[in-house]
């Protein structure tokens, strides 16, 4: 790494990139703003794992592995696809329903497993990853720096998902969602559903032939 000019530079990409709105933040917020707080960040321990291991194996090279195989980016595609669908079809059964489930029903430890699928069935982060290891890190790059790139990104990734937790797990907000829940649980599906529409279709474009 040149200097710290060049963290800084990835720090900085990588905050964009994670706090973006997408899946992960969908999934954290509905957590947060349906179970509470601990659920939800139970919930965002579990995406920030999933990151850093993605971020892990693009350091150690893997990840551009990953990325340049059609056929690991096509499962990882589909699989990512049907989480999505699944938590589309829980928040759309939760719609029709009119349940409000409460932190206690599921343990934090279930929350954690189901953020880190959420993330490890995500292709978006591999490349998340990739372009922001390239943006610093050269071909002189030491094992000390791209170590130290990927545990601030790491980081970066445990951090960023805090202030949805909190801010859809405060007790306002978590009461006027209770007021219109069936309406907010039907919008999260209907997202969620597309999202693993777009997975599908990224799919079927780039499939094998």
Known sequence: M????????MAAAFFVVAV????ATLGCASVAMAHGRRAGLSFGMGLGAALFFWGVLAALGLGAVIATS???????????????FWLAWKAGRSAWRGEISTAAEVRSGRWVWRGVLLNLSNPKAVFAW????????GPEATALSVSLATLVCGAIGFVV???WVLGFSHPKVM???????????AI???????????????ALARAPA
């Open 70 to 84: 059609a056929q690991v980016m096509l499962w990882l595609k589909v699989l990512g696809a049907l989480y999505l």
């Open 130 to 137: 990739l372009a922001t290891l390239s943006l610093g890190l």
């Open 2 to 9: 040149g200097d710290a000019a060049a963290l800084l530079t």
């Open 188 to 202: 999260v599906a209907t997202l969620f559903a597309a999202a693993g529409l777009g997975f599908v279709r990224s």
């Open 161 to 163: 998902y805090l202030p």
């Open 20 to 23: 973006a709105p997408g899946p």
């Open 175 to 185: 009461a006027g969602y209770r007021k219109v829940h069936r309406w907010v649980d």
